[in-house]
């Protein structure tokens, strides 16, 4: 099958998602391919942040992301002396609409998104479907080939073609755009435990005898993310469950007595950690935005929120020349230039907590963070103000052009 859009986003995450519904609300005829079935993943970041929330209120999707099952989190906690937490960063002082994190599962999320963008004709989503080349016609990227789950392979020709399709993506790499690599000390084993009522809902990490792990609150269990050296998975499912179970106990000994609800080391799912940065986001006729522009640590958790603020400045820059055919290098490079330093700038402060924080914890070097911080947050409580505008809000927020902004969604919610 020959068919032709004029945007073709490669990947349904919350970047390709907000894109394509903030294009096809400007009338551009926009085509999503999404290669699973549905958006029912988990153990992807579940962090809808302060900036975030604002955008859908611009969008008039705000009362009915309000109404779906999410908790609150507007703390983040470091151990400090005598086993006293400290807050490191305090996002109820931001002064934005929204001053908390709405920790709720990515896929409903992605699911409002898509029906926002079903109410759209000039969106199209397809489920099924994965993006597997890239078409060229003069050295220009044309369009992509793609394939269903069915096997049945077509091609979609396209004005511009995005990548929104993660780290591993298959438009950066066709398109020949090489990332710069970081060292990574770390890797990630995710899993859940049951959360009694009355917890406090604050994300505090453990730091104990060479093991790091942080607490996520959710709103029936706690996501929880064991941190260690990279590299390490096949020796710990080697080591078996008890052994990885007395690890957790290690760094959170007050959840110990719930490990017994981790019934395989097949919960554990394991995240390799990159942290990565294209040189260039585009090549003529393809754009990369989100993790496939910069995969970024999980550190603060602020992955998503750069993704989506990339896909509004990205929406914002080229509504204008999508409608009148005239997309080049000049156009793509604005989004370029435009969403550059707020991404270096967040992974500069994530290598520092590598090298500062987290690798002296995991070598057994530090039980928490260095004391001269300590210090500081305890002298200053108001510096708190500043990790939490930076994981809340970012350098450089994005807001909803007026094309794509709309009034509440009472009805729907």
Same mark, same amino acid.
């Given at each position: 099958?020959?068919?032709?859009?004029?945007?073709?986003?490669?990947?349904?995450?919350?970047?390709?998602?907000?894109?394509?519904?903030?294009?096809?609300?400007?009338?551009?005829?926009?085509?999503?391919?999404?290669?699973?079935?549905?958006?029912?993943?988990?153990?992807?970041?579940?962090?809808?942040?302060?900036?975030?929330?604002?955008?859908?209120?611009?969008?008039?999707?705000?009362?009915?992301?309000?109404?779906?099952?999410?908790?609150?989190?507007?703390?983040?906690?470091?151990?400090?002396?005598?086993?006293?937490?400290?807050?490191?960063?305090?996002?109820?002082?931001?002064?934005?609409?929204?001053?908390?994190?709405?920790?709720?599962?990515?896929?409903?999320?992605?699911?409002?998104?898509?029906?926002?963008?079903?109410?759209?004709?000039?969106?199209?989503?397809?489920?099924?479907?994965?993006?597997?080349?890239?078409?060229?016609?003069?050295?220009?990227?044309?369009?992509?080939?793609?394939?269903?789950?069915?096997?049945?392979?077509?091609?979609?020709?396209?004005?511009?073609? !995005?990548?929104? @399709?993660?780290? *591993?993506?298959?438009?950066? =790499? #066709?398109? %020949?755009? $090489? /990332?710069?690599?970081? +060292? !990574?000390?770390? @890797?990630?084993? *995710?899993?859940?435990?049951? =959360? #009694?009522? %009355?917890? $406090? /809902?604050?994300?505090? +990490?453990?730091?104990?005898?060479?093991?790091?792990?942080?607490?996520?609150?959710?709103?029936?269990?706690?996501?929880?993310?064991?941190?260690?050296?990279?590299?390490?998975?096949?020796?710990?499912?080697?080591?078996?469950?008890?052994?990885?179970?007395?690890?957790?106990?290690?760094?959170?000994?007050?959840?110990?007595?719930?490990?017994?609800?981790?019934?395989?080391?097949?919960?554990?799912?394991?995240?390799?950690?990159?942290?990565?940065?294209?040189?260039?986001?585009?090549?003529?006729?393809?754009?990369?935005?989100?993790?496939?522009?910069?995969?970024?640590?999980?550190?603060?958790?602020?992955?998503?929120?750069?993704?989506?603020?990339?896909?509004?400045?990205?929406?914002?820059?080229?509504?204008?020349?999508?409608?009148?055919?005239?997309?080049?290098?000049?156009?793509?490079?604005?989004?370029?230039?435009?969403?550059?330093?707020?991404?270096?700038?967040?992974?500069?402060?994530?290598?520092?907590?590598?090298?500062?924080?987290?690798?002296?914890?995991?070598?057994?070097?530090?039980?928490?963070?260095?004391?001269?911080?300590?210090?500081?947050?305890?002298?200053?409580?108001?510096?708190?103000?500043?990790?939490?505008?930076?994981?809340?809000?970012?350098?450089?927020?994005?807001?909803?052009?007026?094309?794509?902004?709309?009034?509440?969604?009472?009805?729907?919610?």
């Amino acid at each position: 099958m020959n068919e032709r859009t004029t945007c073709l986003i490669a990947g349904g995450g919350p970047a390709g998602m907000i894109l394509g519904l903030l294009l096809a609300r400007a009338g551009v005829e926009v085509t999503v391919l999404e290669k699973h079935a549905d958006f029912l993943r988990d153990f992807r970041g579940d962090t809808v942040h302060p900036s975030t929330l604002t955008l859908l209120d611009e969008l008039g999707l705000g009362e009915k992301f309000a109404a779906l099952p999410h908790n609150k989190l507007s703390q983040v906690a470091i151990p400090g002396r005598d086993g006293q937490n400290l807050v490191f960063a305090d996002l109820s002082t931001l002064r934005v609409p929204h001053p908390y994190v709405a920790m709720v599962p990515q896929w409903d999320l992605l699911d409002l998104l898509a029906e926002a963008g079903r109410a759209e004709p000039r969106f199209h989503l397809r489920m099924n479907t994965e993006v597997v080349g890239l078409l060229r016609e003069h050295g220009r990227v044309t369009g992509v080939r793609y394939r269903t789950v069915e096997g049945l392979g077509g091609e979609i020709r396209a004005t511009l073609t !995005v990548g929104c @399709d993660g780290r *591993w993506s298959v438009v950066r =790499r #066709e398109a %020949g755009l $090489r /990332p710069r690599e970081f +060292p !990574v000390p770390i @890797d990630t084993w *995710w899993f859940r435990l049951p =959360r #009694e009522g %009355g917890e $406090r /809902p604050t994300l505090i +990490p453990g730091m104990r005898r060479g093991h790091f792990a942080v607490v996520i609150p959710r709103e029936e269990y706690f996501q929880i993310a064991y941190l260690a050296k990279k590299g390490l998975d096949a020796q710990l499912r080697a080591e078996g469950l008890d052994a990885f179970r007395a690890r957790i106990a290690t760094v959170l000994p007050e959840l110990s007595g719930r490990l017994a609800r981790l019934t395989s080391m097949d919960d554990v799912k394991h995240l390799d950690v990159r942290l990565d940065l294209l040189r260039r986001w585009h090549v003529d006729g393809a754009l990369c935005i989100g993790d496939a522009a910069h995969a970024m640590s999980p550190v603060g958790g602020v992955g998503i929120n750069l993704a989506v603020q990339d896909a509004v400045a990205t929406a914002r820059l080229l509504a204008g020349p999508l409608l009148t055919g005239r997309v080049g290098r000049r156009e793509l490079a604005r989004v370029h230039r435009r969403r550059l330093l707020p991404t270096v700038v967040v992974q500069l402060i994530q290598r520092i907590m590598h090298r500062t924080v987290i690798r002296p914890v995991i070598e057994g070097h530090r039980e928490g963070p260095p004391k001269s911080v300590l210090r500081v947050l305890n002298l200053f409580p108001p510096l708190r103000r500043v990790p939490a505008r930076l994981i809340g809000v970012g350098l450089l927020p994005e807001h909803a052009p007026a094309f794509a902004r709309r009034p509440p969604d009472r009805q729907a919610a």
